[in-house]
């Protein structure tokens, strides 16, 4: 299942829930208010260069899917749960109650959560993001990147680097937005 435009995470327990919570937590948003907020942190996969990726997604009439393979690592940050969030970081929107959001800075809107059981060679993408945007996803996800945008190549490369995924779900207006 390969889509042309992809974010591509890993996900796992995350501030004391485990995949199978957090699963749960995103379903009954998505049930409630027809989209769900993916939280996530750090320095990659900024909103501003999420939104240019789904621009130009949009741009050639293609959807974004999120792509997520399983990781055992956990994770405990010391941001608390998030109330708000923002297109812009100047216009804060309060979050519905049922929105659960802990140790995030950003977050993806998606929807259609569903449990996969396929693999993507990460070789046969290009990253979008990074100090050489164009580099092979296989070469770019490694040490503490995590996360990516990404698009499928047009030729393949030979090279193998086959990750599981897991869990995939649909991009949605208004996309990416900064919480807090």
Known sequence: MNNKYIIYMKAGPYC???????????????????KFYWGYGGVFCHPKRVLEF????????EKILVYFSITKSKF???IPRCHYQSADKNNWKRLSSE??????????????LKRANFFIN???????????PGKSLGDYVKYR???????????KTGQTRNV???YVCELVPPYCVYVK
Do not use: H, M, W
């Open 164 to 166: 599981d995924i897991s």
């Open 122 to 132: 990460l070789f046969d993408y290009s990253a979008t993001l990074g100090d050489k």
């Open 145 to 155: 990147v995590d996360k990516a945008t990404a698009i499928l190549k047009k030729e």
């Open 99 to 112: 929105v659960i959001l802990v140790g995030n800075q950003y977050s993806l809107v998606c929807t259609n």
């Open 16 to 34: 004391g829930y485990s995949l199978k919570e957090i699963e749960k937590i995103k379903n009954n948003e998505d049930k409630l208010y027809g």
């Open 54 to 61: 789904v621009k130009s997604a949009i741009k050639r009439g």
């Open 76 to 78: 405990n940050s010391p």
